[in-house]
């Protein structure tokens, strides 16, 4: 049984993370820590999970913590992952890290979009955990760096037409929206139910939302060169989900049902990745408590662009599903272990 701690449990994600990680048969959860809500009940903070956890929440002690796992989940913001997850390295551990401390190949690109990275030497050796793009490596993994919501969505509905240079790399466009729990639980005015109910709106617009340069940075690496996009995301009065709609000129002629032909080829071994049929778009309505990443194609025959629509929920393959896909690859159980739950409909 493989021992696991959740550190940083209180938001979401670490909600999440305890929810998929209880129907998972080869782990035991045996260190559930949150420094705002330190020694009450896991189900008095999460209702859900009565029953099902008796653990009270700890402080954030990496040592101790270490000492009752041998993976760590470290759900918490950027720069409070890195502050611990040097000490969990050196003590044989291996981490999964959701924050996007561990997600970058440069330092200075972090730097640049957030804030002086306290632990480079690490950073090199984590890898990027997009199961569809890096297996082999988070099989060997010691740190992976989970990838961010958006950046998920962007590139798994961009691989195989960069893979194979059907699109020219500098037309990408992602208009994307996201659910309100992709903000975190967190008090926050324009998270409020009457901030939000009713509306729609976009936000960090302008190419400066921190996703960017993980989605530039694993793009150029798919396609062999630099490429810049632009992003916009959108905030959608929904708790959870992600649809990003993706816009490209194609390098040639190609009809829906050839792309659609190359997609189901290309992600044809893939447990978690859903193509539908010609003239199908997705919803996140059908991806909605899943691990599943559902994607539609569609060509602008005036144009000459292919749209590409994915939709996942945003705290499951976004985050937290995403996450115990990657510990399954990193300790060889079967990749569905623990995420067979179907969608939540309606």
């Not at 929810?19 to 080869?26: A, D, F, G, K, S």
């Not at 954030?60 to 890195?82: N, S, W, Y």
């Not at 929206?177 to 976009?202: H, I, M, P, Q, Y």
């Amino acid at each position: 049984m493989l021992k696991v701690a959740v550190v940083g449990a209180s938001g979401y994600t670490g909600v999440e993370l305890l929810r998929l990680l209880y129907c998972h048969p080869e782990v035991a959860v045996t260190c559930i820590t949150s420094e705002q809500s330190a020694s009450r009940p896991v189900a008095d903070l999460f209702p859900t999970l009565r029953g099902r956890y008796a653990q009270v929440l700890e402080n954030l002690e990496p040592v101790r913590v270490a000492g009752k796992a041998d993976l760590i989940f470290t759900a918490l913001p950027h720069k409070a992952a890195m502050e611990v997850v040097p000490t969990f390295l050196k003590l044989g551990k291996r981490v999964v890290d959701l924050s996007a401390d561990y997600r970058f190949c440069d330092a200075a690109v972090y730097e640049k979009w957030y804030e002086p990275h306290l632990d480079p030497e690490n950073l090199k050796v984590s890898v990027y955990g997009l199961p569809e793009v890096r297996r082999e490596k988070i099989a060997g993994a010691c740190l992976v760096g989970n990838p961010g919501c958006y950046p998920t969505s962007v590139i798994l509905g961009l691989m195989p037409l960069l893979k194979n240079g059907l699109i020219d790399p500098s037309t990408i466009i992602s208009d994307s929206k996201s659910g309100t729990s992709g903000a975190g639980r967190g008090a926050k005015v324009d998270n409020l139910f009457c901030e939000v109910n009713e509306g729609f709106k976009a936000y960090g617009v302008g190419g400066v939302h921190r996703h960017i340069p993980e989605i530039e940075q694993e793009l150029s690496l798919l396609a062999g060169e630099r490429i810049t996009i632009t992003f916009t995301p959108h905030l959608v009065p929904m708790d959870r989900g992600i649809l990003s709609t993706i816009y490209a000129r194609l390098t040639g002629n190609h009809s829906v049902a050839e792309l659609v032909e190359l997609y189901a080829g290309f992600y044809g071994g893939e447990p978690f990745v859903r193509v539908l049929p010609a003239g199908n778009v997705p919803s996140t309505a059908h991806v909605r408590g899943s691990n599943f990443c559902d994607i539609g194609l569609s060509v602008d025959s005036r144009t000459g662009r292919v749209i590409v629509v994915s939709a996942i929920d945003n705290l499951v393959k976004g985050a937290a599903g995403q996450a115990v896909q990657n510990m399954n690859i990193m300790y060889g159980f079967p990749e569905t272990m623990g995420l067979e739950l179907l969608p939540v409909f309606p």
